[in-house]
Each structure stands twice: as C-alpha cells, then as structure tokens.
C-alpha cells in the first residue's frame, strides 16, 4: 500500500515546525511592543511624583525631544570603485582586434570552477551531516566511503576488461 508514498523529509518538516515557531515568536514580540508603547504613552503625560515625600509635590520634567524625521545619508565616493570595474576589463584583456586576450589561468580557474560545483549555503548543515546528528539521515562521511568503495570496485573492473584485452592482443601477435 505504502509502495508508491515518498518518505517525509525529516528537515524540511524540522524548518516548518521553525518557521512557524519563530512567526509566532514574531507576533508575540509584536503584541508586546504595542502593550508598552500603550502602557508608555499612558503613564509618560509629563509629570512625575516625587519619591521622596509621598504627598510632595509632583515635578514636571520637559519631554525629550522627537528625533529626526529624515535619516541623514553619507556622501560615498563612487569615482575609485567605477574605475577598478574599468581597469579590470581594460584594454589590457583585450587585442588591438578588441577581441579577448587567451588567458591560461583564467581558462585554468572556470575549469576547477566547473569540477568543484557550487558551495554550500548552510556551512552548519554540512558540519550535522558529516557528524550524522540528524536523526534520519546517513552521515555524510558514510556516503563518502560508499561512493569511494564504488570508485574503486569500477576502477578494478576497468582494469580487468582492458588487461584482458591487452593479453587477447599479445597472443594475437
């Protein structure tokens, strides 16, 4: 019956339950906030009592002052960020042609670049997986081991076709 059912996913049913949890942790924070901004505005009229004598008089202490409305924004310097964009795809990468130059070492890198594939956006995530602390999964260096053993039982079976051929060429001749 369960034949064709897709196992769930025991991470992604973790981040759920964690986005919900913090959406309500939000909404908490929230309601809170509006209660002490009420309970602020209530209670901050301008006027406080004096601690000292209990029936004293009340003493009034000015407000503090609103703070601006606009946010004041540096001046940036743009000119030395625009010019190394320049310099870098300068005439230097390019012929008289203006086509580009054949540059070994960037050749070199996009190769490496293309065997290395993209690096993980959760680096925490890949230190679970290798230790195998997420109940569920296998651990990654698990994974690596199998993968490795596959290698090397190919890596043996290749060996063995083309020493094979090798001697079925040497009796030929």
């Given at each position: ?42 209670n901050h009229d301008g006027r406080y009592r004096s ?100 290698f090397i039982a190919l890596a043996i079976v290749l ?15």
């Amino acid at each position: 019956m369960g034949l064709f059912k897709k196992k769930p996913d025991p991470i992604s049913d973790r981040g759920r339950a964690l986005n919900a949890r913090i959406a309500e942790l939000e909404s908490k924070i929230k309601q809170l906030n509006a209660q002490a901004q009420r309970a602020e505005n209530q209670n901050h009229d301008g006027r406080y009592r004096s601690t000292a004598y209990p029936h004293g008089p009340t003493v009034t202490t000015p407000r503090p002052p609103e703070p601006p409305p606009d946010p004041v924004f540096e001046k940036v310097d743009q000119h030395p960020l625009k010019a190394g964009a320049v310099e870098k795809d300068g005439p230097r990468r390019y012929n008289e042609l203006g086509l580009r130059k054949y540059d070994l070492f960037s050749m070199w890198e996009r190769l490496r670049q293309q065997f290395r594939g993209p690096t993980a956006p959760n680096p925490k995530l890949v230190n679970y997986l290798a230790a195998g602390s997420i109940q569920g999964l296998r651990p990654l260096r698990y994974e690596k081991r199998v993968a490795r053993r596959r290698f090397i039982a190919l890596a043996i079976v290749l060996g063995a076709a083309l020493l094979g051929i090798f001697l079925s060429l040497a009796k030929r001749h």
